[in-house]
């Protein structure tokens, strides 16, 4: 579904991303995991083109990502940030309708999507007619999550979108966003700093250091056959944490 070779991306002096080669397998989530500046949302945004690579290629269900054709491309993507990115002057259906308006989509078709996201992520239909200010962050997440749905795109993007939460909150909204991911079957990158939201969400792991991708596969490579001292390391190091919390 996506396909990125030898894409590298410097801010400065600063490698975001470092000759990074990575495929995203269709119909599955990859989650990308990593220290904090090891280039996780960098590469989120390269694939979305919010920025583009200095070097290398980008290519989006075989299609190769370039500025003649980023707007279309960008129409078959679902983009969900850390607290949602909602603009706090519209109400929540107004940003859920914004992009669907847009591409003159009629009333019944708008509403109709509408009740069926509304369904699927378990919103009450009066929280849209607020605006995002008067909702709660898990309320926010899921209005993001219903805008990032709402053109029925192929490929979603998310970027921490549980990261600002409460834990009980946080919880709820990882069991509720598993069961949509399976539902819907769709190709899902997903960023995270947590190792067990990684396992828990993904079919497959890309663990990245310095913007290179230090090793990808299943939680249960990275855990039993560490490919270096570096993610040994990180694995050791995430579930003593755990055991630390827990005693």
């Known amino acids: 579904m996506v396909t990125l070779t030898d894409v590298t991306k410097t801010f400065g002096a600063e490698r975001a991303a470092d000759n990074v080669s990575l495929h995203v397998p269709e119909g599955q989530t990859t989650v990308l995991i990593g220290p904090s ?53 519209r109400t929540a259906r107004g940003n859920v309708t914004l992009l669907a308006k847009h591409l003159r989509w009629s009333t019944t078709r708008i509403r109709d999507r509408i009740e069926a996201l509304l369904e699927l992520v378990q919103l009450p239909a009066d929280r849209l007619d607020v605006p995002p200010p008067q909702l709660s962050g898990g309320q926010r997440q899921r209005v993001s999550l219903m805008r990032a749905l709402m053109l029925d795109p192929p490929l979603l993007l998310l970027d921490e979108p549980l990261g600002a939460l409460d834990p009980l909150i946080r919880a709820d909204l990882q069991t509720d966003l598993r069961r949509i991911f399976r539902t819907l079957g769709k190709t899902v990158v997903l960023v995270t700093h947590d190792l067990h939201e990684a396992a828990y969400f993904g079919d497959q792991i890309v663990l990245l250091r310095s ?14 056959a560490p490919a270096s001292d570096f993610v040994r390391e990180f694995v050791q190091a995430q579930q003593s944490l755990t055991t630390a919390l827990d005693t």
């Open 37 to 89: 500046g090891c280039g996780k949302s960098t590469l989120l945004r390269l694939i979305i083109g919010l920025i583009r690579p200095d070097s290398g290629t980008i290519r989006v269900d075989g299609t190769t990502l370039s500025d003649a054709n980023l707007r279309t491309l960008r129409h078959r993507m679902g983009y969900v940030i850390q607290e949602g990115g909602l603009f706090p002057h």
């Open 211 to 224: 913007g290179q991708v230090a090793q990808q596969g299943p939680f249960r490579e990275l855990r039993d």
